[in-house]
């Protein structure tokens, strides 16, 4: 996420590699955050899948580099990044100020929007403003999420980190939230999909609080690395792979800049 988040499935475990017989370097390791569907999640059988994985391995086909993709949980995956134990967070993620400023970043791959989830029988007549004042569940450690509640409901509002969205929204069912923050795909794969749940209003798309929109990332002074990979992520998207990808998981396209 983004923004993107959530559930402690594995302490870095290597799940899936994908490799170049055209190249012998040393593998680039990439890590993603194996929490949640549609991006990325472990299947039955232990193999990392998700868009975010398939987009990866496409990109690394592409510039025929052997790549080993992990799964490295959201709240340890900038350290992995910082102490090089990961060449590059795979997660795709804002592409916020405060990143760009600490960490070199791909081009931007896609937008997202913000959004508020509710269940199906809630009162949604007064929007988002009517939320003003209740507790707001989100992903632990977002910024941009945070910052987007409080610039919308305040910044005395009650808001309340979660390691994955299935515990939001159990939280949600049980009256302790009010509405849940996330992303507009997520939120529409995993849960308006089942009639269960709505959204407070349309997403927004507004670049104040999504920023220019999901991005991968490096370490400082990775300019080779980036290049690569731009020039990877160029070829997909022309080729209409990533489209591709986005039919097989969320049943539409990405909206690329």
Known sequence: MNSRIYTLLFATALVATVISPSNAQDAIKIGIDAAYKPNAWVA???ELTGFEVDLAKAVCAEIKKKCEISNVPWDGIWTALDTGTIDMVGTTVTASEARLEKYDASRIIYKVGYAFLVPADADITGGIAAFKGKPIGTGVGTPPYYNYIKAVL???TDIRGYDSPDAAVLDLDAGRIA???????QL???FVS????KLVEKPTF??????AGRAWFFRKGSKDLVEKFNKG???VIASGKLDEIGMKYIHSKFMTP
Not at 179 to 185: E, G, S
């Open 194 to 197: 089942t009639g269960k749940y």
């Open 188 to 190: 529409q794969y995993q």
């Open 206 to 211: 507004d670049p104040k609080y999504i920023g």
């Open 44 to 46: 039955p059988d232990g």
């Open 179 to 185: 509405a849940f923050m996330n992303d507009n795909l």
């Open 233 to 235: 992520l160029d070829a």
């Open 154 to 156: 305040g910044d005395d």
